[in-house]
T-cell receptor, first 114, second 112 residues
Framework: ETGVTQTPRHLVMGMTNKKSLKCEQH?????MYWYKQSAKKPLELMFVYNFKEQTENNSVPSRFSPECPNSSHLFLHLHTLQPEDSALYLCASSAPGGAGNEQFFGPGTRLTVL | DQQVKQNSPSLSVQEGRISILNCDYT??????FLWYKKYPAEGPTFLIS?????DKNEDGRFTVFLNKSAKHLSLHIVPSQPGDSAVYFC???????????FGSGTRLQVQP
């Protein structure tokens, strides 16, 4: 595998379910990100991890719980979601350094909450 | 309040002509700007970037222009090709944060 991979690509879940999204990067990067893209809205940053440490939480509800066990893997644990949480969830990674470092995105997980 | 705005949700141009995509921002702290391209069912892919110390950056058919006083940037694609048809996102960053702030995107359709 190369680049940034995300699994699953599609997920349908009920409001009482617990599920997890997985992201893996094979680029040797040290920063990883979760973004959310709702229909007709800009990509919204959710979380930033730098060297496995969370450095930013963009006021995300606690029903979204990120986990970064190492610099190559990032998870987003989901529980008691709402239908309005249905969106495309994108993971990205970048090399250490300044804000201008290019972020590489995975293909996303299309989440539907029933 | 959106800090990065792409006011044109869609743009259609003929093959071979110039495509101009526009982006406005409000945050004076932004000092690095990027354009991403997104095809359906794929994540955004990096296209071109520009630092606030420059006003132009060119890479092949793609040129980004930055007007700091107007807080405006644009992406020019010349000549446009059908394969350029995609959604284009403008993004901005400041050196205090690692994260990007995105616009809502412009869907470009290049007609053969």
């Amino acid at each position: 595998e190369t680049g940034v991979t995300q699994t699953p690509r599609h997920l349908v879940m009920g409001m009482t379910n617990k599920k997890s999204l997985k992201c893996e990067q094979h680029l040797g990067h040290n920063a990883m990100y979760w973004y959310k893209q709702s229909a007709k809205k800009p990509l919204e940053l959710m979380f930033v991890y730098n060297f496995k440490e969370q450095t930013e939480n963009n006021s995300v509800p606690s029903r979204f719980s990120p986990e970064c066990p190492n610099s190559s893997h990032l998870f987003l644990h989901l529980h008691t979601l709402q239908p309005e949480d249905s969106a495309l969830y994108l993971c990205a990674s970048s090399a250490p350094g300044g804000a201008g470092n290019e972020q590489f995105f995975g293909p996303g997980t299309r989440l539907t909450v029933l | 309040d959106q800090q990065v705005k792409q006011n044109s949700p869609s743009l259609s141009v003929q093959e071979g002509r110039i495509s101009i995509l526009n982006c406005d921002y409000t945050n004076s702290m932004f000092d690095y700007f990027l354009w991403y391209k997104k095809y359906p069912a794929e994540g955004p892919t990096f296209l071109i970037s520009i630092s606030s110390i420059k006003d132009k950056n060119e890479d092949g058919r793609f040129t980004v222009f930055l007007n700091k006083s107007a807080k405006h940037l644009s992406l020019h694609i010349v000549p446009s090709q059908p394969g350029d048809s995609a959604v284009y996102f403008c993004a901005a960053a400041d050196t205090g944060r690692r994260a990007l702030t995105f616009g809502s995107g412009t869907r470009l359709q290049v007609q053969p």
